[in-house]
């Protein structure tokens, strides 16, 4: 800015004085966790944040992670850390880092072939109680009785007796 004044009889005075116009904050509109189930493939891990006009967002997966204004995207169950910032335009400043988590669950195990009771007879020696069961999505496991401890090995006894064996699907 210049000015100038002039009064009548007096010597004239002229100056100058710097005005600045600063940049703006930065505004973010923080992206949000997708919610997700493991399916064998990459998935988007969350929806899109917005720079609201004040410049651009960038994303990365992990502290190691490279910024980049892709959406990240994950594969395997388990949990994420998404960063993001703003980088500021020429009228607006950077928005600094911030993270979420985004978590990819299980995907539910499932049981192709439940296994089924044998008829048996006392011969002295263990037998089998089960034909094994299979499973696509884990391995399967069993126990005899509530109090027993799951193995992958099919159970087995030697007296004459009812026996309940329980079974399941263990996770990949």
Known sequence: VHYQVSLA???TVTGSRDVVITKAAGSVTAPTAKSLTYTGSAQTLINA???NGT???????GSSGTYSTSLPTGTSAGTYTVYYK?????????????SISVTIGYASGSI?????????????????????????TGSMRYKVGSNGTYSS??????????YTVYYYSSGD
């Open 9 to 11: 009889g007096y010597t």
């Open 49 to 51: 944040g917005s720079a």
């Open 55 to 61: 410049g651009t967002i960038y994303y990365k997966k």
């Open 86 to 98: 703003v980088t500021g335009d020429s009228n607006h400043n950077d928005v600094a880092e911030a």
């Open 112 to 136: 192709s072939t439940h296994p089924s009771a044998k008829t048996l007879t006392y011969t002295g020696s263990a037998q089998t109680l089960i034909t094994a069961g299979s499973s696509s």
């Open 153 to 162: 090995s099919l159970p087995t006894a030697t007296a004459v007796g009812t």
